[in-house]
């Protein structure tokens, strides 16, 4: 199982990106999956998560209202659009295919799955 996550880079404050996450090996469209960052000398949070059919989506607060996450079922990817981005935002970003489940919020405080290698997401002020 292999997942792939792009699309980071350097950006201005209030810039965008947006992170993609494929995966090999598996069908990401069985799992919930999500992106979740490490800042330096922070812990691991769970920004972002989808549920296994899409009918949930969780953030954390600090993202809310700028950041959106979505599926592409046909090509079995998941995105994290991230707008207004802050220095704040600044960290390793990973993609993670999640346990199934309905509750994108629990999967995201309570995350079981495969990892990919992480983006460098950079945000300058």
């Known amino acids: 199982v292999q997942l792939q996550a792009s699309g980071g880079g350097l950006v201005q404050t209030g810039g965008s990106l947006r992170l993609s996450c494929a995966a090999s090996?598996?069908?990401?469209?069985?799992?919930?999956a999500g992106w979740f960052r490490r800042a330096p000398g922070k812990e691991r949070e769970g920004v972002s998560c989808i549920s296994s059919s899409d009918e949930s989506t969780y953030y954390v607060e600090s993202v809310k209202g700028r950041f959106t996450i979505s599926r592409d079922s046909a090509r079995g990817t998941v995105y994290l659009q991230m707008n207004d981005l802050k220095p704040e935002d600044t960290a390793v970003y990973y993609c993670a295919a999640l346990s199934p489940s309905s509750y994108a919020d629990y999967v995201c405080e309570n995350p079981v799955g495969s990892w990919g290698q992480g983006t460098l997401v950079t945000v300058s002020s």
């Open positions: 090996g598996l069908t990401l469209n069985y799992y919930a």
